[in-house]
Nanobody, 123 residues
């Protein structure tokens, strides 16, 4: 059994920054694929970023150059550093785990999800 708990969301002005954290407990391996998804009101889940062991990362075009995903395997924690935030980044952000290989962006391949953390970008 795996539990994922996100934190770090909140209200921030456009151009501001936030860092989200996702702490994993249970059977998490360093080779597991970890991802951040988001869902805005009335929209489908959108992949934000994924990270695999080592330095492999992948980002949605809408966040490239502004967001950075990282992981600390010793702490079983995945981070999402979000800079230059825009109102369109407003969403509930979810952490998710996949064991599929090769790494996938398909949300159906992620078997564990956190409860989500709200990010609101507004002046």
């Amino acid at each position: 059994q795996v539990q994922l708990v996100e934190s770090g969301g909140g209200l921030v002005q456009p151009g501001g920054s936030l860092r989200l954290s996702c702490i994993a407990s249970g059977s998490i391996a360093s080779i597991d694929v970890m991802a951040w998804y988001r869902q805005a009101p009335g929209k489908q889940h959108e992949l934000v970023a994924i990270i695999v062991s080592g330095n492999y990362t992948n980002y949605a075009d809408s966040v490239k150059g502004r967001f950075t995903i990282s992981r600390d395997n010793a702490k079983n924690t995945v981070y999402l550093q979000m800079n230059s935030l825009k109102p369109e980044d407003t969403a509930v952000y979810y952490c998710a785990r996949s064991t599929a290989m090769p790494p996938t962006t398909a949300s159906t391949e992620y078997d564990y999800w956190g409860q989500g953390t709200q990010v609101t970008v507004s002046s």
